[in-house]
């Protein structure tokens, strides 16, 4: 079955600090890694996808497949960026279905 | 386009209790799945509606159940609640093949 494990709850960084968010994940097919994040009062949304491979808010995330991992980083924290993160893992079920697994979140809290 | 809503935003039901939820998705969006949100277990997957039929369901009893009409508005039932059905359950859409565009959620307290 497939997981995804976020292992910090909590992560806190001072403004202008790299961040790193990790993630791994196991899944016995080709895996669609994103990222979707929850700022304060807001819903959730998506911030990027590995295939993408693109930089969003200054995020970027690199899919490693020989450590299953798909880590968010950003070089410098801003306090914009304090919300909670979500790994997910994008999954096709068949008949045309796609499901999201979560990782259980990453709470980052950027100290001015 | 308006996003993604969900009606009512606050429940609070006693135990035994049903509860019926409803999403109105994107306008254009044919895709809507249902996750619930909790503490303990995080967000986990419930089921996807595709033009009116359920394509896909997550590992929950058959007390979760769902239906989506032809104007790809969707609700989701949970019969005989739980305490443990408290949580904060949440709606998406899609209309490609990747991204979901979630609504608020419906927060539900089952006392």
């Known amino acids: 079955a497939q997981r995804v494990t976020q292992p910090e709850k909590l992560l806190s960084v001072f403004k202008g600090a790299p961040v790193e968010l990790k993630c791994n994940y196991s899944y016995s097919g080709s895996p669609e890694l994103f990222w979707y994040v929850q700022y304060s009062r807001q819903r959730l949304q998506l911030l990027l996808r590995?295939?993408s491979r693109e930089s969003i808010k200054g995020f970027t995330a690199d899919l490693n497949k020989g450590e299953t991992s798909f880590h968010l980083k950003k070089p410098f924290a801003q306090e914009e960026d304090s919300a909670m993160y979500y790994c997910a893992l994008h999954i096709y079920s068949g008949a045309g279905s796609y499901q999201l697994t979560f990782g259980k979140g990453t709470k980052l809290s950027v100290i001015p | 386009k308006a996003g993604v809503t969900q009606t009512p935003r606050y429940l609070i039901k006693t135990r035994g209790q049903q509860v019926t939820l409803s999403c109105s998705p994107i306008s254009g969006h044919r895709s809507v799945s249902w996750y619930q949100q909790t503490p303990g277990q995080g967000l986990q997957f419930l089921f996807e509606?595709?033009?009116?039929?359920?394509?896909n369901k997550g590992n929950f009893p058959g007390r979760f159940s769902g239906r989506q009409f032809s104007n790809s508005r969707s609700e989701m039932n949970v019969s005989t609640l739980e305490l443990g059905d408290s949580a904060l359950y949440l709606c998406a859409s899609r209309h490609g093949t990747y991204e979901q565009f979630f609504g608020p959620g419906t927060r539900l307290t089952v006392l």
């Open positions: 590995h295939i």
């Open positions: 509606y595709f033009s009116e039929t359920q394509r």
